[in-house]
């Protein structure tokens, strides 16, 4: 049999705290210079959900409970190379969050979820666009 075809998967929590949400600045990686959610990608022999919970230890520090995050919109992008993207909000964890990445993040902030900066990551402008028009899925530049 051939092998099949394989897509990554990347993994966003949206931290929330009332209407503000986590922000890291990104820095020596891509998309350096604009700010993005904190997240990652699936290791593999992994639950998406546990995978979002070990992205959020590894890069802030806090734990969460995978049962806390409400999936908000699901992304097939391929701008030169295909991924699935879950995004997700969590508004709850426990801890105090630090920035356990300074090699990749410059700093974090809250940011008021009605008035994010221009300089956030474009394919997170997309996904905020669609997850205020409640949209669970879509397509964004497939190949």
Not at 19 to 43: E, I, Y
Not at 53 to 77: M, Y
Not at 102 to 124: Q, R, S, T
């Amino acid at each position: 049999m051939a092998e099949r075809f394989k897509i990554p998967v990347g993994i966003f929590i949206m931290l929330r705290r009332d209407n503000q949400v986590l922000l890291q600045l990104r820095q020596n990686c891509s998309f350096a210079g604009f700010w993005g959610f904190v997240g990652g990608h699936l290791d593999g022999n992994e639950k998406i959900i546990d995978a979002a919970a070990r992205e959020v230890k590894e890069e802030i520090g806090v734990d969460i409970n995978p049962q806390d995050l409400v999936l908000k919109t699901i992304c097939h992008s391929g701008d030169g190379a295909e991924y699935l993207q879950f995004y997700f909000e969590c508004a709850k964890w426990t801890g105090d969050i630090q920035n356990l990445e300074p090699d990749k993040c410059a700093e974090l902030v809250w940011h008021c979820w009605d008035n994010l900066p221009d300089n956030v990551c474009p394919y997170l402008k997309t996904a905020v666009q669609k997850i205020n028009q409640v949209i669970l899925f879509y397509e964004d530049d497939v190949l």
